[in-house]
């Protein structure tokens, strides 16, 4: 259930920003979470509708997009994207890897009515 808290957060950074905006109410929230971040998409959704009651993004659509897991060599380079429980590289089968993707998650864009 840690959905919750992230969402409580992400669902004031949205008002906050509406209301630094002079925004009567927030229409959809597009969202970005990373394969890595182990967030359920719809525990988040859920939260996000009940939270939203009440406040200016009640009603809003959330839409959300998963960032797959990429990760790069820093032996070969190669970046590729990656399992979640297998990180090795393709190209040379080395185990000495960044993650560049997936651990992410934002508010993509804000579609608001003034
Ligand atoms: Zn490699």
Known sequence: ??????????????????????????LSVRLKIGELTGYVPEAVEMNFLALAAGTAAEGASLVIEAVPLRCSCRKCGREYPARPDDFTCPGCGGGDIAVTGGREMFIESLEVET
């Open 1 to 26: 259930m840690h959905e919750l808290a992230i969402t409580q957060s992400l669902l004031a950074v949205a008002l906050d920003h509406a209301r630094g905006a002079g925004v009567r109410r927030i």
